[in-house]
């Protein structure tokens, strides 16, 4: 099937916008930006390694800074290839303003008492299931899973939802970040930056 049809065409012509000459201010701006405009501005997609070949998915930021943070199961089949192989590569994608940001870095575990704070201010059913859920392992079946989170809603309707083990937060410390903002005639503007010791050096980069 040829879909050369739905290509879209960018008509932004406005120059990209770089604060401080800073990766991390930059990205501060930009999605301070997109909050406004994009439906949900903390998706990225987080790719990992597994055997040596990548795996993704979307996933949601939780908090920024001079890390990037996301909170996940460890026994999931991402958690296992964090542990394994920590590099990692978070990817933002905002179409509805023509810009995607790409992070490259290391990711580690954040502290316990961290993690547990963001997951007792969830939703309950949201901590029932990550209670329950085995994530990425196989189940019998969807109504199976179904019941067994209505009955420990239930079960926990006035108490407190045990802390799973599992349920840990990763930090990524970014080592390279790329700005991608679309322009006409794919004349898109890149700026990459990469962290040489302490410091950010920058470059552009063509389309």
């Known amino acids: 099937m040829k879909i050369g049809s739905t290509r879209k065409d960018y008509k932004l012509k406005k120059k990209i916008k770089i604060k401080n000459n800073n990766p991390i201010d930059t990205f501060d701006y930009w999605y301070k930006n997109a909050t406004k405009l994009v439906a949900e501005p903390n998706a990225f997609c987080l790719s990992t390694i597994k055997d040596k070949a990548p795996e993704s998915r979307m996933m949601l930021l939780k908090d920024y800074g001079d890390n990037f943070t996301f909170f996940t199961n460890i026994l999931s089949n991402k958690g296992i290839e964090l542990m394994e192989n920590m590099?990692?590569?978070?990817?933002?994608?905002?179409?509805?303003?023509?810009?995607?940001?790409?992070?490259?870095?290391?990711?580690?575990?954040?502290?316990?008492?961290?993690?547990?704070?963001?997951?007792?201010?969830?939703?309950?059913?949201?901590?029932?299931?990550?209670?329950?859920?085995n994530q990425s392992k196989r189940i019998a079946s969807y109504e199976t899973l179904i019941k067994k989170y209505k009955k420990i809603i239930k079960k926990y309707d006035n108490k407190k939802v045990p802390y799973p083990k599992s349920w840990v937060g990763f930090c990524v410390e970014p080592l390279k970040i790329e700005f991608w903002q679309g322009a006409e005639f794919r004349l898109h503007q890149r700026v990459e930056f990469i962290k040489e010791g302490n410091k950010w050096k920058k470059k552009l980069l063509a389309p």
């Open 87 to 133: 590099n990692c590569n978070m990817n933002f994608w905002w179409k509805e303003i023509h810009q995607q940001v790409r992070i490259s870095g290391i990711s580690k575990l954040i502290k316990t008492d961290i993690t547990k704070k963001y997951f007792y201010s969830r939703p309950k059913g949201s901590q029932i299931a990550a209670y329950l859920s």
